[in-house]
C-alpha cells in the first residue's frame, strides 16, 4: 500500500471519528435527509447502505457494528442492516440491489459470491460481480442428528454413519441430510464429512435446503436425520431434546473459514470511500465482538426478536467455548467455538488458499465447471487488498498475514490441501461427483 494511500485512510478514520464526535454533541446523529452531502472531502460518498444477514451467529459483526455504532463513527449513520429469511432470499435480494429494493451487501456463505459472479445460481441467469472484503468468522457450525441415531453416538469419525447410511437404504429411504444453500459452505461440510466416513452424498443421501432458522422444527416433525447449519440452532436443537451434535466443524477442518462479508461489486466502484468506512466499522466490530467481556452484551442484543429471535441460552454457551453435545459428552474452554479476530493472521482475513478450497469442492461436486479458472475468478472477488487498507486504516496493520495463502490445510481424515497443487487434492478424492 502506498504512503499516499495509507495516509488517505488515516485521515478517513480520524475524520469519521470526529464527525461522528461533532454529532453527538450537536444533539445526536442525523438522519439520511437531514444530513450533508458527504460526496466531497475524504468522507464516504454515502452515509447509508442496506445489508442483508441470516439469523446465525456469525452475522454478529453486523449487527454490532449498527447497534454499538462502529458504522456511525466511520461516517455511515444510516446504514440498515436487514434480516433475509433464507439464503435463496439473500441471493435475490442481492440480485435487486437496494435501489429496487433489495440489498447491497450482505453477511454470506463464503462460496456464494463467487457463484452470483459467475451466474451460475442468480435468478437471471446472468452474473452478479461480487466483491468479498472480508472473513467474518471461522469455526462454529456443526454437524447434528436426530434422537432416532441416539444411541449410536455418532462423532467426527464414525463406522457408524456408514451403516446408518446402509440401514436407512435398506428399508427404502436415503438418508435425509438437511443444509441451507446449495454449494455453501454448510452442503460442503455435509458433503465432506459424509464422504470422508465412506458415505457417498450422491447416491448414499438425500441432500435437501432448509433455512438456518428452521431446522429445529424440521427435525421435530422428523423430516431429516442429520442436518448442518450455524449457531445457534445446533445449541438449540439439543436444549429443546430433538437431537444431538455428532460434530462440530472446527473438529472438521481446524479455524475453518466460514461467513464473508460481500458487496456488489458496482456498488463498491461507485462507492471506494463508502467501502472502506464500512470495513473499517466490521473489522472493529469483530475485535469487539472477540472481547470475551463483551460475550454477555453481544448475546443479548443478538437474541432479539429483530435479529436472531431466540434465547441467550440458545446463544452463549457455544460462543463462550461450553459444548453440550448432547449424547453425554461435553467440552469446556474448546478452542474450535467461533472466532471473529486475530491480532496477528486475523481470523478476519480473506485468504485466497482458502476460497480456492470453497471453488475446488464445488467443482467437486458439479457446482462449477471443471475448466473453471480458479485463480482468476479469485483475484476478480477477493478484496484481500481492500482488507488490508482498513486495517491500517483503524491502527491493526500487525493483523496483516505475510500471504494470501494460509498454506497447507489438513482436515479430519488426514487429507491435506495443498494450494499450490488444487488437482492433485481433487484427484486424490475416492468419493466425487465427477466422472
Known amino acids: 500500500m502506498s504512503n499516499l494511500s495509507r495516509r488517505r485512510f488515516l485521515l478517513t478514520a480520524a475524520g469519521s471519528a470526529a464527525g461522528a464526535i461533532w454529532l453527538s454533541a450537536c444533539g445526536g446523529q442525523k438522519t439520511t435527509s437531514e444530513a450533508p452531502a458527504t460526496g466531497g ?22 449487527i454490532i457494528a449498527k447497534e454499538k455504532g462502529f458504522f456511525a463513527k466511520h461516517g455511515m449513520p444510516d446504514v440498515k442492516v436487514v434480516k433475509q ?23 454470506i456463505l463464503t462460496p456464494m459470491p463467487y457463484l452470483l459472479t459467475t451466474g451460475s445460481i442468480t435468478k437471471s441467469q ?10 467474518l468468522n471461522v469455526n462454529g457450525q456443526g454437524l447434528s442428528l436426530s434422537n432416532e441415531f441416539l444411541a449410536e453416538k455418532v462423532t467426527i469419525k464414525d463406522p457408524k454413519i456408514k451403516a446408518i447410511a446402509d440401514r436407512k437404504k435398506a428399508g427404502g429411504k436415503l438418508l435425509k441430510a438437511a443444509m441451507t444453500f446449495p454449494g455453501g459452505t454448510h452442503d460442503l461440510w455435509m458433503r465432506y464429512w459424509l464422504a470422508a466416513n465412506g458415505v457417498n452424498p450422491v447416491t448414499e443421501a438425500d441432500l435437501v435446503v432448509v433455512p ?35 460434530a462440530i466443524t472446527g473438529e472438521l477442518w481446524k479455524d475453518h473459514p466460514e461467513k464473508a462479508f460481500s458487496i456488489r461489486a458496482d456498488w ?20 469487539w465482538c472477540q472481547d470475551p467481556a463483551n460475550l454477555d452484551e453481544l448475546c443479548e442484543i443478538t437474541s432479539k426478536d429483530r435479529y436472531f429471535k431466540t434465547s441467550v441460552a440458545d446463544i452463549k454457551p457455544r460462543l463462550a467455548g461450553t459444548f453440550d453435545f448432547g449424547d453425554g459428552r461435553s467440552v469446556t474452554d474448546s478452542p474450535l467455538r467461533m472466532h471473529f479476530w486475530k491480532d496477528t493472521d486475523s481470523y478476519s482475513f480473506p485468504y485466497k488458499s482458502h476460497d480456492l478450497w470453497f471453488l475446488t469442492e ?26 488490508k487498507e482498513a486495517a491500517i486504516a483503524i491502527g491493526q496493520e500487525k493483523a496483516i498475514p505475510a500471504s494470501d495463502s494460509r498454506g497447507k490445510e489438513t482436515f479430519f481424515d488426514g487429507v491435506v490441501f495443498d494450494p499450490e497443487d488444487p488437482q492433485a487434492y481433487l484427484a486424490g478424492l475416492t468419493i466425487k461427483a465427477l466422472k
Open 126 to 135: 446472468k452474473p452478479l460481480p461480487m466483491y468479498i472484503l472480508a472473513r
Open 212 to 246: 438456518p432458522a428452521q431446522m429445529v422444527a424440521n427435525m421435530q416433525t422428523g423430516t431429516m436425520d442429520t442436518f448442518c447449519v450455524g449457531e445457534p440452532w445446533n445449541q438449540r436443537l439439543v436444549n429443546q431434546k430433538l437431537g444431538y451434535t455428532g
Open 85 to 107: 429469511t433464507s439464503w435463496a432470499g439473500t441471493r435475490d435480494n442481492l440480485e435487486l440491489g437496494s435501489d429496487r429494493g433489495g440489498i447491497d451487501g450482505a453477511h
Open 41 to 62: 472531502g475524504d468522507g464516504p460518498e454515502v452515509g447509508s447502505a442496506t445489508l442483508g444477514f441470516i439469523a446465525l451467529t456469525d452475522a454478529s459483526p453486523l
Open 268 to 287: 463498491v466502484d461507485k462507492n471506494p470511500k463508502a467501502t472502506q468506512a464500512l470495513l473499517m466499522a466490521v473489522q472493529e466490530a469483530q475485535i
Open 362 to 387: 464445488d467443482i467437486r461436486w458439479g457446482y462449477l465447471p471443471q475448466d473453471t479458472d480458479t485463480k482468476a475468478l479469485i483475484e476478480k472477488v477477493n478484496r484481500s487488498d481492500l482488507w
